[in-house]
């Protein structure tokens, strides 16, 4: 099992690029989700996806989109990258049938010039 | 909406030395969780904590969870080096459609342990 798995750990992008960071996870969870980290916020919800072809919004929503089209995938996009969004983002999933505990993915580093 | 305050950010101790952090909510909550982040690393769950006045314990680590549902502690028993990191409780957050897979993260108290 190799968990949730996300690519690239690592990216710079210049102001006005896109690009999307991927994430995978094997465990068949309904739920899956991108937390980004920025020092001394903690963790902040981006989106999230209860299942196969449904996103939602979280609390930082703007500037990112999603989609599910299987239960094992769930890209983040970023449309025109902004220095705002430098920051470390997480994938995590959980199945929503036990104690909704999330399994993180390693991290993906991101840097907007 | 729901927050979850954590106290405090940082804390620097001597091996050997306790160490305690505090998450406080205004609101009642469900459960609460904890995760621990190694330094470059990523979150990892520790333990849940669902009932009133429920205490929970791993080893040297010591987990409660207040008798209102609004607090909760992790006390960690004369640190060792191999509790450096960031400690986040978190707990199901009722501002994004219910969905219990939400979590509301506290800011977190980063630990360093002096040898």
């Known amino acids: 099992n190799a968990g949730v798995t996300q690519t690239p750990k690592f990216q710079v992008l210049k102001t006005g690029q896109s690009m999307t960071l991927q994430c995978a996870q094997d465990m068949n969870h309904e739920y899956m989700s991108w937390y980004r980290q920025d020092p001394g916020m903690g963790l902040r919800l981006i989106h999230y996806s209860v299942g196969a072809g449904i996103t939602d919004q979280g609390e930082v929503p703007n500037g990112y989109n999603v989609s599910r089209s299987t239960t094992e995938d769930f890209p983040l996009r970023l449309l025109s990258a902004a220095p705002s969004q430098t920051s470390v983002y997480f994938c995590?999933?959980?199945?929503?049938?036990?104690?909704?505990?999330?399994?993180f993915g390693a991290g993906s580093r991101l840097t907007v010039l | 909406g729901q927050q979850v305050m954590q106290i405090p950010q940082y804390q620097h101790v001597q091996e050997g030395e306790d160490f305690t952090t505090y998450c406080n909510s205004s609101?009642?909550?469900?459960?609460i969780q904890w995760y621990k982040q190694r330094p470059g690393g990523h979150p990892v769950f520790l333990i849940q904590?669902?009932?009133?006045?429920e205490v929970k314990k791993q080893k040297r680590l010591t987990f409660q969870f207040g008798e209102a549902k609004k607090n909760s502690s992790l006390h960690i028993t004369a640190t060792q080096t191999t509790d450096v990191g960031t400690y986040f409780c978190a707990s199901a957050g009722l501002n994004y459609g219910g969905s219990q897979g939400n979590l509301i993260f506290g800011k977190g108290t980063k630990l360093s342990v002096k040898p």
């Open positions: 904590l669902v009932k009133s006045g």
């Open positions: 995590a999933s959980t199945s929503l049938a036990g104690a909704n505990v999330l399994t």
């Open positions: 609101t009642t909550l469900s459960n």
